[in-house]
């Protein structure tokens, strides 16, 4: 099954305490992106990349870090986290170019995550 | 930079009622993608229906319509004969041919009244 698969889905955590959120596509997608969602601004953009050893920032990237060391991983990393950063975090993936088809993009779950 | 904007932060329908929910977007690019999303109470992201920007004739998917007026940059999503199941927050969101990136608008929360 093509899926799009985020760890946890849950987290409540203490400002500071570094944490990781895994994302990992079974599609062969070139593109992956972090996205956080909050009340009244939708989803916006954290980081992306394009293939392995590509990446860039998006809209928000501050207060986070990514690799791309495998084609199908693209953990979030938060190093120092902050209450600012509570939010719905979502991880998609689909392939860079061809046609509309071939650009839907997959969603994962979705992570909870709570900083106090 | 492109921007996505949904002016209805809710919106309500009666069971079996036809709703409308707007979106307009800001671009300067001559051919992109256009997309609606349902988010329902599982979190998970749902595609409803997409637009290619280069054709005319809008987009259909069962209940789901959009009407697409490329001049305005208006992207409206009609959802006909509503069903207690089409409540969720919706999205619209824009993403250029040359990329993946995708900007969400800034959500429509849908409720559907028996």
């Known amino acids: 099954e093509a899926q799009v698969t985020q760890n946890p889905r849950y987290l409540i955590t203490v400002t500071g305490k570094k944490l990781t959120v895994t994302c990992s596509q079974n599609m062969n997608h070139e593109y992956m992106s972090w996205y956080r969602q909050d009340p009244g601004l939708g989803l916006r953009q954290i980081y992306y990349?394009?293939?392995?050893?590509?990446?860039d920032k998006g809209d928000v990237p501050e207060g986070y870090k990514v690799s791309r060391k495998e084609k199908r991983n693209f953990p979030l990393i938060l190093e120092s986290p902050s209450p600012n950063q509570t939010s719905l975090y979502f991880c998609?993936?689909?392939?860079?170019?061809?046609?509309?088809?071939?650009?839907?993009?997959?969603f994962g779950q979705g992570t909870r995550l709570t900083v106090v | 930079a492109q921007t996505v904007t949904q002016s209805q932060p809710e919106m309500s329908v009666q069971e079996a009622e036809t709703v409308t929910l707007s979106c307009t977007y800001d671009t300067s690019e001559s051919d992109y993608y256009l997309f609606w999303y349902k988010q329902p109470p599982s979190r998970q992201m749902i595609l409803v229906i997409r637009?290619?920007?280069?054709?005319?004739q809008n987009a259909t998917e069962n209940r789901f319509s959009v009407n697409f007026q490329k001049a305005a940059k208006s992207f409206s999503l009609k959802i006909s004969d509503s069903q207690l199941g089409d409540a969720a927050m919706y999205f619209c969101a824009y993403e250029e041919t040359s990329g993946s990136r995708l900007t969400f608008g800034e959500g429509t929360q849908l409720t559907v009244n028996p």
């Open positions: 998609a993936s689909s392939f860079v170019s061809g046609s509309m088809s071939n650009t839907e993009a997959f």
């Open positions: 637009q290619e920007a280069y054709k005319q």
């Open positions: 990349s394009m293939n392995v050893e590509v990446t």
